[in-house]
């Protein structure tokens, strides 16, 4: 399962102009892991919170989350294309908020966390 996900990841990056091997294109290929593991582990959180009766506040906000920008689903439970970010739109996207976003958060539960020690 993981070898197809990371050879779908591989040939997409691989056709993006001006990549001659795969170093040109790994911190990339890393935080589009980082950002699909924050996702699940955003979803991990909240199923235990929910299970045990409590309330979970996600880290990341709705408009930043994976299933929101990377992979929107249709009414079907399908990848919607339409709605899922590509392209010039996608690159737009992630230089201009979503990393200025993570910068912040990162900030914040940084404080968090120097706080509660």
């Known amino acids: 399962m993981f070898e197809q996900t990371f050879k779908n990841i591989d040939d997409t990056l691989w056709k993006d102009a001006g990549c001659s091997s795969e170093l040109d294109y790994v911190e990339q290929t890393s935080w589009v892991l980082f950002l699909k593991y924050l996702d699940d582990l955003e979803k991990d959180k909240q199923t ?4 045990s009766g409590k309330t979970y506040t996600p880290i990341i906000d709705e408009k930043f989350k994976w299933d929101v920008w990377a992979a929107p689903k249709d009414g079907n439970g399908k990848l919607d294309h339409h709605k899922a970010l590509s392209g010039d739109d996608l690159g737009e996207f992630v ?5 200025p976003y993570l910068k912040k958060v990162q900030r914040t539960c940084g404080k968090r966390r120097h706080h509660r020690i």
Not at 48 to 51: H, K, S, T
């Open 95 to 99: 230089d201009l908020q979503l990393f």
């Open 48 to 51: 235990a919170a929910e299970l």
